[in-house]
């Protein structure tokens, strides 16, 4: 409440978490930026790009506002940042995506995106490919692999999309072996009912990352490992384990004192163990099931509820160790994903600190939920 002014409603005075700035410092500092958006004490008025310069400079002098707009994004490939490729019509030679399998149902291919993506277009979640896909395979040293992902529909068929790794190590575990691997995700972009559905309040990340990686099985499977077989991919907290790696990415990146304020005052993010998703008459029902965030009550929170974060789990069994024909799916592990920027703005920010910083326009979706 220190942007408002006078005694808080009821419902307002129970829930909400004391304001860091007095109501005159939190007035002042708003009366400042629309002093400078409406015109200078002097009569002159700034102009667009010295007044974008004062409010970019306000935010990047914040650390908060530099991990959740530029590196927090990056990290969830948001196209806040830039439109996503096709990787089955490349044009960012960076990303240099194997296709597989590269075949589709009648009638065909979809065609080529006309215009063409642009060449600085996003390939694909580098959270995904560089923290989910090498969480998912947990390699014994020496075993090595590396994967890359892109951004496709996970029920797209014209072509199909599969994970696939493209190599074996045929003399076992070797760090001169390094498996090439592929993932694939589909950015869910939505608000959920957790958050403000309004398009000026919506959060700027993805409700989920829907990704589909190569099993653990798999992974162990073609680099020779010991003990490669379908109960490593039982593991109820595979993808729950990835979802929490998000949000401890979360807490480390923020500034000391928010982020010990946020356990002080915050409503806990918990991430709960994986479910199983099931065989509907139309295929596997992950395609459609999106994570599943609950309030409970909870009497150890600060605010007497914590936030529970669900996966839904898929797993495909890795029959003749992944040796079959493309149309034979084998050897996959299928999660949702929280993305990284949800952790962020919900741990750290939304139930912190957006009042006290509605002066950023960057984080203008959280103020105006507040």
């Known amino acids: 409440m220190s942007f408002a002014s006078g005694p808080a409603p009821a419902a307002v005075a129970i829930t909400d978490l004391k304001a860091t700035l007095a109501e005159h410092e939190a007035h002042s500092a708003v009366a400042e930026l629309i002093q400078d958006f409406l015109g200078t004490s002097d009569g002159s008025a700034l102009s667009a790009a010295e007044l974008s310069a004062e409010l970019l400079a306000s935010a990047l002098a914040d650390p908060l506002v530099d991990a959740l707009g530029v590196d927090a994004l990056k990290l969830e490939g948001s196209t806040q940042l830039a439109p996503s490729c096709n990787s089955d019509f490349p044009t960012n030679p960076t990303c240099n995506y194997p296709k597989f399998p590269d075949h589709s149902v009648p009638f065909g291919p979809a065609p080529a995106p006309n215009p063409p993506i642009a060449s600085d277009c996003i390939c694909g979640s580098p959270w995904v490919a560089d923290t989910a896909a090498r969480m998912m395979a947990d390699l014994p040293a020496p075993a090595k692999m590396f994967a890359k992902d892109a951004f496709h529909d996970v029920a797209d068929v014209h072509p199909f999309h599969l994970p696939h790794i493209f190599n074996d190590c045929p003399e076992g575990p070797d760090a001169k072996c390094v498996l090439n691997s592929t993932s694939l995700t589909m950015p869910v972009v939505k608000a959920g009912d957790l958050w403000p559905s309004a398009l000026a309040s919506r959060p700027l990340s993805a409700f989920e990352l829907r990704s589909k990686l190569k099993s653990k099985e798999a992974y162990w499977s073609k680099a020779g490992v010991a003990g490669a077989g379908g109960s490593l991919d039982q593991n109820m907290s595979l993808c729950a384990d990835i979802?929490?790696?998000?949000?401890?990415?979360?807490?480390?990146?923020?500034?000391?004192?928010?982020?010990?304020?946020?356990?002080?005052?915050?409503?806990?993010?918990?991430?709960?163990?994986?479910?199983?998703?099931?065989?509907?008459?139309?295929?596997?029902?992950?395609?459609?099931?999106?994570l599943v965030f609950s309030r409970v009550a909870d009497s150890t929170s600060p605010t007497g509820t914590r936030v529970e974060v669900q996966s839904w789990m898929f797993v495909v069994g890795n029959a003749n160790d992944g040796n079959v024909p493309w149309f034979l799916p084998a050897g996959m592990h299928y999660c949702n994903s929280v993305a990284v920027v949800s952790c962020f703005t919900w741990s750290l920010l939304v139930r912190c600190l957006c009042c006290c910083y509605c002066r950023h326009a960057f984080l203008q979706h959280c103020c105006n939920w507040c």
Do not use: M
């Not at 915050?266 to 295929?283: C, F, N, S």
């Open 243 to 290: 979802n929490r790696a998000a949000l401890q990415w979360a807490v480390e990146h923020a500034e000391t004192g928010v982020a010990k304020r946020f356990a002080a005052k915050g409503e806990p993010l918990v991430i709960v163990d994986d479910q199983k998703a099931t065989i509907g008459a139309t295929g596997p029902e992950w395609i459609k099931d999106e």
